[in-house]
Structure formats: structure tokens, C-alpha cells
């Protein structure tokens, strides 16, 4: 609960402005704030937003601005010092229901792969299945399809250090995507790949965003990226300063 | 792959440290097996001597600390024999003496007409006639040790004696002990008139009732202390030390085991906050994250322990190979002792893994992932 202030009221604004969807959003922010070192750093800032199922959205904004504190909060690695944050219209509360949401309805993308080093691609792919009760046949299986669908098969058994950037990226996009999440998060997923193997992944991103009517958001310094999408957010200074809402991606180029 | 094959591909990433913990959890469980062994075969070994006697009861000085050091007057065994339901009494006299060589071995004197010479199986030669005196029957291995055959002569206390039989008893401390007659030993040891303690056979032995009346009524008669033939040495303060030393020194090796274990691993995690970050952003729970290092921690102990076990027997053959050791003490582990060794250390194992696995709950996923 949060008292109703002017600051409130300006972020139910621009809850409504950044929420041209129908129907309960998938993830909600209201009025979150970051803060750090007791309030001297702040990360985000009255915050609100409201992404839909099936939504793409491209969040920018300059170094430092706020964009992975964002992208943290949303998967509920990070707590908001203020405001809430909504899952299918629930609030959430205990760091345990997002480890929950994290293993079966929300999957991350890093910048850096964070792949481990001793396993395969196929055994990190694995990783997330841990403790979800399914059987090795059935692990296998959806390991299988998700190598599939980043077109890995052939480099199922190599270790991260004998992949390509590319392939990296493509293995911890497979590992997002195993239990078949409804929201893929990506924080610049391109950022340390060459322009040809950044295009490919984010084919490979939107592609599963299409096929599977996946919620992806991603951070990107890329206009052309972020021009794929429905939506873009840009952010600065841990606010958001342009909300922009489209219907398609040609709109927004 | 399994959460096992998950902590060995952890564990072979850093192969030395891993090597090293691994060792260090051997010799720690190693040395608790030898130590704990050797204490436990103190009291083994003096219980098996105690049983080849065929007594039920003992009798030594009351208040004594060391019952090998203490004396009581040999008069004590006449008074003894007068008391209803006691069959035998036979004093012995136990002396550590310098024998060929120097070394020291156990004297054991016996009365004349004690019913132990008459007992005493012997693989060779025969036993003192009443009255004849430098003469010895020695312990098969202790002339096997010596080289030593019947008729030749042994020094005992500087003084020689001839050997008259060799004794095939099964006990280690009868093996390697040299049978006197009691008044030779009282000479050399100047305990004139003086026994060790007294071993006593009752007439019925299956009466519980009786033999503790007969232990009141012994206890009634003279300054003594009674005890079962087994329990004869457990409250001898040498022992006792002994037994407490080892058994400490057991536990220290086994807790400093457990703290290379938790070494390791609070390095381990430490070294991968950002892989427990990763962990945790792919949905890892916090009580997952810890079992999966904690049985990091039990498969190094489990190696550990399995060498250590490994160590232990080596080291327990080895410290009877001593022979200022190996001749009263068979440092014989049970396996009781290794399976509860082997348990314990794995147990201990998953405890020192707690805190480290605990503070992994505690790293904030968030600054582990933080991009440089």
C-alpha cells in the first residue's frame, strides 16, 4: 500500500500513457522507485509502465540511465525501494514467487552469455529444469527443442569457450526460452556481438516473440533494434521520458 | 546430467584445491581411525589378556590411579580364598622390564602353585617346577622378536634367566609377555611379598546376585576395589590418559577435516558470486543453490573418507609395526568404527559445507550479475 500523492498521480499517468494494451497487463510497474546508498543514487524514479501479453518493447536510453536496474526489477532479481510491481495484475511480494516466475514464466538474456564455463551448451540449456520435477527424458526433449529453435543441434555438446559470441548468445537465449516463458527479458543482448551476429539474434528473438506470442522486452543502444518493436521506452535518469506506443514497427522507423 | 555431476564438474574446475581438500579429508578421517583405534584397542587388547586368565572377578588397590604401578600385599589372596563362592584366587605381579637389547617387556609373575602355570598353553618346553627359580616361560612372538629358543638364556633387569617353554597364548599381550615365578619378579622389582592385583574365579559365575556378593564381601575384607575382568582397566588414570589423548587428538584431526571443507567451499563461493547470481536469475531458489553446494561438500567428503579409510587401516598397521606399540597394542579399527568414521565425516562434511552454502543465499543476485 502507498499513499496517494502527486507523485502517484503522475505515475497513473504515465501508466496510462505507456499502457495501450486491453485486458490485464503481464507485468505492471507502478510508481516503482531504486534507490541506493540510502537514497543518495537513484536508479529508477516514480516509474510506472504496463506491458501486455505478447508485446515486443525496446527500452533505450544512454549508459547509466537506469535501463538494466529496470530490466532487474522486472524479473525480481531486484526489490523496488518504493512501488509496485504486478504480475498478471497480482502484486508481488516474497522473493520466492519470483524465483518461482523466473523458473517457469520469465526468461533472461544477458549482455555476457553468463554461461557455465564446465557445462555443454546442451547441460546449460538444461540449467533452469533443475527442481521443476521432470524427468531426464522429458529435460532431454525440451533441451532438444530449444536447441532447435536457436539452430544449435550441431553444437550441442561444444563448451561455451569453443562457441562463437553468436552461438554463445543463441545458447542463453535457448535457456530463456526452455520452460517456455511468457515474458523473455533481455538486457542488450547484442551488446558484445559484430553487427552481423547481432542482426541474427535478434531475428532469433523476434522470431520467438512471433511464433510463440513470447512478451519481449530488451534494452538496446540500437535504433534499428529498437525500431522492431511495437513499443519503445527510453529512459533517462531513472525516469522514463518518452513512452511511445505504435501498432507496428514501420510507424516508429 | 544430475545435481552429483553438476558439483564433480565444479569440484574438477579447480582440480588442485579440489585434490588437496580431498587429502586433507583423508588424513583427517585417516588419523581419527588410527587414533580412535588405537584407543579402543587399549582397552581390546587388555580385555583379551584379562580373558585368557578365565576370571571373573579382579582385585586391586583401592584409590589406585595406575593399577600397573600400584602393589598390594600378596597375604590379601589367603584371606580371599575363605570367602563363600570364591573358587580361585591367583595374585600376578606385572613388570615392564628391560630386557636383550634394551628393550622393555612385560613381566608377568605368578606364585608357585597359581593355578595360571598350570593354565598357560605352552607350544613348547615346560612349566617352573615349585620352587625352581631363573627360569622363564616366554611369549611365542616375543622369542620370535628376540630370536630367542628353549634354553637359552634372557636378561631380565640385568639378571639372566633361562628359558624353560614357550607359551602359545592368543592375546598380543600374552604373546609378547615373559611368565617369571612371583618371587624371582618380587626380587628384581624389590615388591617383596607384593602382587599387582588378584584375578578371581567364582564358583558360579552365571549368578549375577552371587558374584556381586562376593565382590561386597572382597571389598569388605581388605582395602581393595573390585571389578569384572573386563572392566579391570577402566579406571586406570594411564589409560584413561591415554585413551583421552587419542581420542582427542581423533577429533581434533576430524574437525580440521571439516574446516578444509568449509574452506574450500566459502572459497568456491566467494570465486562465483556471479555464477550464483546466474543461478538464481534462471530460477534457482535459495534452498536449491544450497543443496547443490552442499553436495559439493559431501562428495569431497565422501572421496575424502573413502581414502581416509584407506589411510586409516595403513596407519593402524602401521603404528602396531612400532614395537615399543605393536607389543602390547594391535591397533585393530573395527569396522563399526570405520563405517561410523566414514558416516560421521561425510556428515561433518555437509556441515562445513552449510555456512558457505548459506552465504551463497545471502549474495544479492542483482551485484553479482552488475556489469562491470
Known amino acids: 500500500m502507498h499513499s496517494v500523492t502527486s507523485a502517484h498521480l503522475q505515475g497513473q499517468r504515465e501508466l496510462r500513457q505507456t499502457a495501450p494494451m486491453s485486458g490485464t497487463p503481464l ?30 518493447v525496446a527500452v533505450t536510453g544512454p549508459s547509466g540511465s537506469g535501463k538494466s536496474s529496470l530490466i532487474l526489477l522486472m524479473c525480481g532479481i531486484r526489490t523496488p525501494s518504493r512501488g509496485t510491481v504486478r504480475w498478471n495484475g497480482d502484486a508481488m511480494g516474497p522473493p520466492s514467487a ?76 535457448a535457456r530463456s526460452i526452455i520452460n517456455d516463458p511468457s515474458l523473455i527479458l533481455a538486457d542488450e543482448p547484442t551488446g558484445n556481438l559484430d553487427s552481423d551476429n547481432a542482426a541474427a539474434i535478434m531475428d532469433l528473438l523476434f522470431g520467438l516473440h512471433q511464433r510463440r506470442a513470447t512478451t519481449l522486452v530488451f534494452v538496446t543502444h540500437d535504433p534499428q533494434h529498437a525500431a522492431r518493436c511495437a513499443r519503445r521506452i527510453a529512459i533517462k535518469d531513472g525516469r522514463i521520458t518518452a513512452p511511445a506506443a505504435a501498432t507496428s514497427a514501420r510507424e516508429l522507423t | ?87 580361585v584366587v591367583s595374585g600376578e605381579l606385572l613388570v615392564l622390564a628391560a630386557t636383550d637389547g634394551g628393550a622393555h617387556v612385560l613381566a608377568v609373575g605368578w606364585a608357585d602353585d597359581s593355578v595360571f602355570w598350570k593354565d598357560a598353553p605352552l607350544r613348547e618346553g615346560r612349566r617352573p617346577r615349585p620352587g625352581e627359580r631363573k ?63 588378584f584375578y578371581v574365579r567364582v564358583a558360579h559365575p552365571e549368578d549375577p546376585a552371587a558374584i556381586k556378593r562376593i565382590s561386597r564381601a572382597i571389598e569388605a575384607k581388605a582395602a581393595v576395589t573390585v571389578a569384572a575382568s573386563e572392566a579391570m582397566l577402566q579406571n586406570d588414570r594411564l589409560l584413561g590418559m591415554t585413551r583421552a589423548v587419542s581420542k582427542a587428538m581423533a577429533w581434533i584431526a576430524l574437525f580440521m577435516g571439516v574446516l578444509m571443507v568449509l ?46 579409510i584407506l589411510l586409516g587401516i595403513l596407519g593402524s598397521r602401521l603404528l602396531s609395526a612400532i614395537p615399543a606399540i605393536g607389543r602390547y597394542i594391535e591397533v585393530t579399527p573395527t569396522a563399526g568404527l570405520i563405517a561410523a568414521t566414514a558416516l560421521a565425516a561425510v556428515g561433518l562434511g555437509m556441515v562445513g559445507s552449510l555456512y558457505p552454502a548459506w552465504v551463497a543465499t545471502r549474495l544479492d543476485p542483482a551485484a553479482a550479475l552488475e556489469r562491470a
Not at chain 2, 65 to 78: K, L, R, V, Y
Not at chain 2, 135 to 151: E, H, P, Q, T
Not at chain 2, 164 to 186: E, F, H, K, M
Open chain 1, 27 to 56: 507485468i505492471m510497474l507502478e510508481n516503482v522507485e531504486q534507490v541506493f546508498d540510502e537514497g543518495r543514487v537513484v536508479a529508477l524514479c516514480q516509474v510506472s509502465l504496463a506491458i501486455g501479453h505478447g508485446e515486443s
Open chain 1, 98 to 173: 519470483w524465483t518461482r516466475l523466473r523458473r517457469s514464466e520469465i526468461g533472461i538474456v544477458f549482455q555476457d552469455f553468463n554461461l557455465f564455463p564446465t557445462l555443454s551448451a546442451a547441460e546449460n540449456i538444461e540449467m533452469p529444469l533443475f527442481g521443476c520435477g521432470l524427468s531426464g527424458a522429458e529435460r532431454q526433449r525440451r533441451v532438444n527443442v530449444a536447441l532447435e529453435a536457436v539452430e544449435l543441434h550441431a553444437r550441442a555438446r561444444h563448451l561455451p569457450h569453443q562457441l562463437s559470441g553468436g552461438e554463445r548468445q543463441r545458447v542463453a537465449i
Open chain 2, 1 to 87: 546430467m544430475n545435481v552429483a555431476g553438476l558439483a564433480f564438474r565444479n569440484l574438477r574446475r579447480r582440480p588442485v584445491r579440489s585434490a588437496l581438500t580431498i587429502l586433507g579429508v583423508g588424513f583427517a578421517v585417516g588419523s581419527f581411525i588410527t587414533l580412535y583405534g588405537l584407543s579402543g584397542s587399549v582397552d581390546d587388547n587388555a580385555r583379551q589378556s584379562a580373558d585368557e586368565r578365565n576370571a571373573h572377578l579382579t582385585v586391586h588397590r583401592r584409590g589406585a590411579a595406575e593399577i600397573f604401578g600400584s602393589t598390594m600385599a600378596e597375604t590379601i589372596g589367603s584371606k580371599l580364598t575363605t570367602i563363600p563362592g570364591v573358587a
Open chain 2, 135 to 197: 627360569v622363564v616361560v616366554i611369549g611365542n612372538d616375543i622369542a620370535i622378536s628376540l630370536g630367542k629358543r628353549l634354553g637359552d638364556s634372557i636378561s631380565l633387569m640385568d639378571e639372566n634367566f633361562q628359558i624353560i617353554g614357550v607359551s602359545r597364548y592368543t592375546s598380543l599381550i600374552s604373546r609378547n609377555a615373559i611368565l617369571v615365578p612371583l618371587a624371582d619378579l618380587q626380587d628384581l622389582s624389590f615388591r617383596t611379598g607384593l602382587v599387582t592385583f
Open chain 2, 263 to 308: 574452506n574450500t567451499l566459502l572459497m568456491a563461493v566467494l570465486e562465483r558470486t556471479r555464477e550464483i547470481g546466474i543461478l538464481s536469475a534462471i530460477g534457482w531458489s535459495p534452498p536449491r543453490i544450497m543443496g547443490a553446494l552442499v553436495v559439493e561438500g559431501m562428495i569431497l567428503s565422501m572421496i575424502g573418507s573413502a581414502i581416509g
